[in-house]
C-alpha cells in the first residue's frame, strides 16, 4: 500500500519499518530545540509529517516498547488515531510515566504508526439485545482478574 506523506518540516524524517516484518513504522520528533518532560507531565511532540491514508484505514499511534519501559515516555491518550480525512500534522502527546525529567531531541523516534483497516458501523438503536452467558457483566465478571 503506498500512503502519501508530505514533510511540512525540511527536517522531518519520513517513517521507518525497524525490520521486515514490523506492523508499526517509527515517527520521529521534529523539533527547533529539544523538550524537556517532567515527571508526570505531557508534551505534545510534533513529527512534522502529514498523511494521506486511503479512505477505510486508519493511523493507530502506539507507545514504543523501549521508551515507554526504559525511559516512561509513551503516549497521554494510550492510542492516537490519525483519520483517513485528517491532513494536518501528525502530533504525539507524549507523557512521562517515569520519576526523572526525560529530553526529546529532533530525530528521535518517540512512537509508532500502524495503519489499519476500519469499519464504519451504521448503529440501530434497539429495545433489547440478544442474550447471552455472560449478560451484562463488566469488568472482571468472567472470572479473571
Known amino acids: 500500500m503506498n500512503v502519501k506523506i508530505q514533510k511540512l518540516n525540511k527536517n522531518a524524517k519520513i517513517p521507518v519499518y525497524g525490520s521486515e516484518y514490523a506492523a508499526g513504522a517509527d515517527l520521529y520528533?521534529?523539533?527547533?530545540?529539544?523538550?524537556?518532560?517532567?515527571?508526570?507531565?505531557?508534551?505534545?511532540?510534533?513529527?512534522?509529517?502529514?498523511l494521506e491514508l486511503p479512505v477505510g484505514y486508519a493511523?493507530?499511534?502506539y507507545a514504543r516498547s523501549g521508551l515507554a519501559t526504559k525511559q516512561g515516555l509513551a503516549p497521554a491518550n494510550k492510542v492516537g488515531v490519525?483519520?483517513?480525512?485528517?491532513?494536518?500534522?501528525?502530533?504525539?502527546?507524549?507523557?512521562?510515566h517515569s520519576?526523572?525529567?526525560?529530553?526529546?531531541?529532533?530525530g528521535d523516534r518517540i512512537a509508532q504508526l500502524?495503519?489499519?483497516?476500519?469499519?464504519?458501523?451504521?448503529?440501530?438503536?434497539a429495545k433489547d439485545l440478544s442474550s447471552t452467558a455472560r449478560g451484562a457483566g463488566g469488568f472482571g465478571s468472567t472470572g479473571k482478574n
Do not use: W
Not at 483497516?117 to 448503529?123: E, G, H, K, L, W
Open 82 to 96: 490519525v483519520d483517513c480525512d485528517y491532513r494536518g500534522e501528525v502530533m504525539v502527546a507524549l507523557h512521562n
Open 29 to 50: 520528533a521534529c523539533l527547533d530545540f529539544p523538550v524537556n518532560i517532567a515527571p508526570g507531565r505531557t508534551k505534545v511532540i510534533p513529527t512534522g509529517i502529514a
Open 114 to 125: 500502524v495503519i489499519t483497516p476500519y469499519i464504519t458501523a451504521v448503529f440501530e438503536e
Open 99 to 106: 520519576q526523572e525529567t526525560r529530553t526529546v531531541n529532533s
Open 59 to 61: 493511523g493507530l499511534i
